[in-house]
């Protein structure tokens, strides 16, 4: 570990990466991440140390799970989905009345949880107090998404789909147009979004860059890398050390063949945050850099880290790096086959055809890959793996 925090440098109170070729300096003057986590971290006491004094109350329990919400999206971090997923759920348990809030945020915790159904049964009970919520709304038919009921998707995202809404909501209509195929739609949409977001007062610097990684990786998705490389650098800019950031920027790098670069985002990324992803990321580009031992023994950490991570949590990017190298085929295949029966989505079925396709069961595979193609989502993944089992778009 200590080989990969030595490509950070700091630089006073800023904090630079030095990269090959160029280097990445904080912020622009016009966004203060660091001070932004400052605060949100003295808020977070602030509100803990009010929470214990009155244990009765639901606002200031409601206020803490927001804080954590915001900290894991900054960090990718689990623990501080959960601490927001307790935090909601004392907040109602003080109060129900007039504190639909906290449904809203327990539904996200639990999204980012991947416990859909409860986050469902949360959303049903934000829309029970306010029906006409189209923030309400759309989490709804995102989790529908999650769980690949597209028609119930389709019937609840169409509505909202004329833009001038919240930028939350804007962007979840924009992930299901890329979902159902439009990822054109799905562009401006996004675009839209982070537009609307930049002119409201107090929008954190960490979700300005959010829209940017979110427009980088809707483009790496569909093979349009030098957009993405533009909305990526936007999101370096405002957020340079955001761990999402450098490993998107290290998978772009793996598809336009510099491995060079992705190893350094891979390792940089792996120092600001904790997805074992980056370790997988690094292995690939020292393959490819013909640094065959070191490969191995950065893909070994990989695996030994989610290793400590139950199986039905492991994230889907973490199994198709170990069906690429081969590793724990048949492990992959079971989880894959059990998510399925209870969230069928695209990226579900590309998943468990790529594990079936790797086991050698390349006939079972052309039939879940069926029906991954089937919604017309754009995404240059599905069709290398429907290319490999000899299928056409």
């Avoid at 929470?51 to 804080?67: K, V, W, Y």
């Avoid at 935090?87 to 809203?104: G, I």
């Avoid at 991570?309 to 724990?328: E, K, N, S, Y």
């Amino acid at each position: 570990m200590a080989a990969i925090t030595s490509v950070v440098v700091l630089f006073g109170g800023a904090t630079a990466v030095a990269m090959r070729g160029h280097t990445r300096v904080a912020a622009s003057p016009g966004w203060d991440v660091a001070g932004e986590r400052s605060r949100r971290d003295a808020d977070i006491a602030w509100y803990t140390m009010r929470a214990e004094r009155d244990p009765t109350g639901a606002f200031d329990r409601l206020r803490l799970a927001a804080l954590y919400l915001q900290r894991a999206r900054e960090r990718g971090s689990p623990a501080d989905l959960l601490l927001a997923e307790q935090e909601a759920r004392r907040s109602l348990a003080n109060r129900r009345a007039h504190n639909s809030e906290a449904f809203r945020v327990l539904a996200i915790a639990l999204i980012g949880q991947h416990r859909f159904a409860e986050a469902a049964d949360a959303t049903d009970s934000l829309l029970t107090a306010d029906p006409a919520s189209h923030g309400a709304q759309s989490l709804r038919a995102e989790i529908a998404l999650e769980q690949g009921d597209y028609p119930l998707a389709d019937r609840l995202f169409t509505p909202l789909d004329h833009g001038g809404e919240d930028p939350a909501v804007t962007a979840r209509v924009a992930r299901w147009a890329a979902m159902r195929g439009r990822a054109g739609h799905a562009k401006a949409m996004l675009e839209q979004a982070r537009e609307d977001a930049r002119r409201m007062a107090f929008t954190p610097a960490e979700q300005i860059a959010w829209y940017d990684l979110r427009l980088g990786d809707l483009a790496r998705t569909v093979g349009a890398t030098r957009l993405a490389a533009r909305a990526l650098k936007a999101a370096a800019a405002v957020a340079p050390d955001d761990a999402r950031v450098l490993m998107t920027q290290a998978q772009l790098a793996l598809d336009t063949n510099d491995p060079a670069d992705a190893l350094e985002y891979a390792d940089a990324a792996m120092a600001h945050g904790g997805d074992p992803l980056a370790l997988a990321l690094a292995a690939e580009a020292m393959r490819r850099l013909g640094r065959d031992q070191e490969s191995e023994h950065r893909f070994r950490a990989f695996e030994t880290l989610i290793a400590g991570v139950p199986g039905t949590a492991w994230h889907r990017q973490w199994r198709l790096a170990l069906l690429d190298r081969g590793r724990q085929v048949p492990t992959v295949l079971a989880q894959a086959e059990a998510e399925l029966l209870t969230r069928r989505d695209v990226l579900g079925y590309d998943v468990y055809a790529w594990a079936l396709h790797k086991a050698g069961r390349d006939a079972e595979a052309r039939v879940a890959m069926t029906q991954a193609l089937r919604w017309g989502t754009e995404d240059r993944l599905l069709e290398a793996h429907a290319k490999a089992l000899g299928m056409a778009r």
